[in-house]
Nanobody, 127 residues
Framework: QVQLLESGGGLVQPGGSLRLSCAAS????????MAWFRQPPGKNREFVAG????????SYGDSLKGRFTASRNYAKNTLDLQMNSLKPEDEAVYYC????????????????????WGQGTQVTVSA
């Protein structure tokens, strides 16, 4: 049974930075695709970033590239998310997701493609 555990959330002032980490356990290798999603208060879950094992190149949600950087560590089975220049609209519960399926890039942002999810970590951006 694959388990994903997020860490690193918290309270940060606008313009600040946070680094989230997702650790996968329960199997000997990381999924073919790992991703971050977020759910702002009162809104639907949205895609933040995803990294396919085959390419290692991150894909990002709209307007996040440049402020957010996703990186995978295959040896440690982790997916990190460095978030800089945080804005109040970045406030959300951030979820790590994983699938062993080979997704095409266009499917990375579809949350129904992922079968494993973490419990989420809260990111609050406030002065």
């Amino acid at each position: 049974q694959v388990q994903l555990l997020e860490s690193g959330g918290g309270l940060v002032q606008p313009g600040g930075s946070l680094r989230l980490s997702c650790a996968a356990s329960g199997r000997a290798f990381t999924g073919n695709t790992m991703a971050w999603f977020r759910q702002p208060p009162g809104k639907n879950r949205e895609f933040v970033a995803g990294v396919k094992r085959s390419s290692g190149v991150p894909s990002y949600g709209d307007s996040l590239k440049g402020r957010f950087t996703a990186s995978r560590n295959y040896a440690k089975n982790t997916l990190d998310l460095q978030m800089n220049s945080l804005k109040p609209e970045d406030e959300a519960v951030y979820y790590c997701a994983d699938t062993n399926r080979l997704l095409i890039t266009a499917s990375l942002a579809s949350d129904n493609e992922y079968e494993h999810w973490g419990q989420g970590t809260q990111v609050t951006v406030s002065a």
